[in-house]
């Protein structure tokens, strides 16, 4: 039985032709700068996102941890979603490593932060308080995309209250395909980037933070120190490079599975979430654990939560799709007919 896993967009396995990249890629030593494959990679993001240099890290947590140490000192303060990756689902880094302290705000229906709210938690220059040094905003957030005015207005902002602007874009290309925009545009309007590689982009490892030359070479420095700095990761860097280059434009199909399934769902009787790109929340309620035992009898891995969530990515299908649904359907059906409940 082939295993319809959306739990998360994470989880691809490299296509035929990602591995044949992989397999041929030329390396070298890149804490010594000499692996040519990840130095085309950080050029190349660097140049498709308009920044002057960037840098290639294992993961996606570490990418950010790296830019808010970049852009924080000790003591110094970010402004941030209370739902957002780095605040809450890094394992708190910001504040174990880099002696940053977050003020997290709550995120507005649109996964935007309330520039209003955010104006009123900059602290002033007074020796009580953490110096506010930074915004960062993520997107897509819970699979929503930051509308572009927003992003022009939240540059305007930083700039008005001398804050840096940092963007967790670990899904930036699915905001830039379902805007159809270059993702460069999006990218314009911050100091720096995180973009993970791992997730719809299909590659199995990697993220690449973006910066001017003087950010990303601190970053560099502090990569080294948590123990990110890799020697021979050229092929790493080559899936990502073949994932640039060759499943960008394919995240389209991902959204338009994403909403098929949420249409479907919706037909079934499940109430969803309006679906902007790969990501579809289904309010299941208490039957979050007995749906996911019952899912995965027919192949199907889900995560377990009331408001549960699935990812469509490269490695589901329409027809799979549709087995989803079907799966669903008969679920609900089984629960209505059952008299104890
Ligand atoms: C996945 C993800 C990250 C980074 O995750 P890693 O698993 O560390 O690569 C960061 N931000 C967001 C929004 C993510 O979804």
Redesign the pocket.
């Known amino acids: 039985m082939t295993v319809i896993d959306l739990r998360s967009d994470?989880v691809t396995q490299p296509t035929p032709g990602m591995l044949d990249a992989m397999a041929t890629a030329v390396s070298g030593d890149d804490v010594y700068g000499e692996d040519p494959t990840v130095n085309r990679l950080e050029a190349e993001l660097a140049k498709r996102l308009g920044f002057a240099a960037a840098l290639f890290v294992p993961?996606?947590?570490?990418s950010?941890l790296l830019a808010l140490m970049a852009h924080c000192e000790r003591g110094e303060e970010y402004i941030v979603g209370q739902q957002a990756?780095?605040y809450k689902?890094?394992g708190g880094g910001a504040a174990v490593l880099g002696s940053i302290q977050p003020q997290p705000l709550e995120v507005q229906a649109d996964g935007s932060l309330d520039l209003d709210q955010v104006l009123a938690a900059i602290k002033p220059d007074d020796f009580h308080f953490a110096r506010t040094r930074l915004l960062a905003l993520?997107n897509t957030m819970q699979g929503k995309v930051l509308p572009m005015e927003y992003l022009a207005a939240a540059r305007a902002f930083t700039r008005e209250h001398d804050l840096a602007l940092h963007l967790?874009g670990?899904?930036i290309y699915n905001a830039a395909v379902k805007l159809g925009v270059d993702a460069r545009e999006i990218a314009q309007y911050f100091d720096s980037v995180?973009v993970?590689l791992?997730?719809g982009l299909g590659a199995p490892i990697g993220?690449v933070l973006c910066g001017s030359t003087a950010l990303i070479a601190k970053a560099r420095r502090l990569r080294k120190m948590v123990g990110g700095g890799m020697r021979q990761a050229g092929s790493l860097a080559a899936a990502g490079l073949y994932a640039l280059e060759h499943q960008v434009q394919r995240l389209a199909e991902d959204h338009a599975n994403a909403q098929w399934l949420a249409d479907g769902l919706r037909q079934a009787g499940y109430e969803v979430e309006p679906v902007q790109t790969n990501m579809v929340y289904v309010q299941v309620g208490s039957l979050a654990e007995e749906l996911k035992a019952f899912a995965a009898t027919r192949g199907i891995k889900l995560s377990a939560a009331p408001r549960l969530r699935m990812v469509t990515h490269l490695d589901v299908s329409r027809a799979q799709i549709e087995q989803v649904v079907a799966t669903f359907a008969e679920f609900s059906r089984k629960r209505q007919c059952r008299p104890s409940n």
């Not at 993961?59 to 570490?62: I, K, R, V």
């Open positions: 994470t993961t996606g947590t570490m950010n990756h780095t689902y890094e993520e967790d670990a899904r995180s993970c791992s997730k993220s």
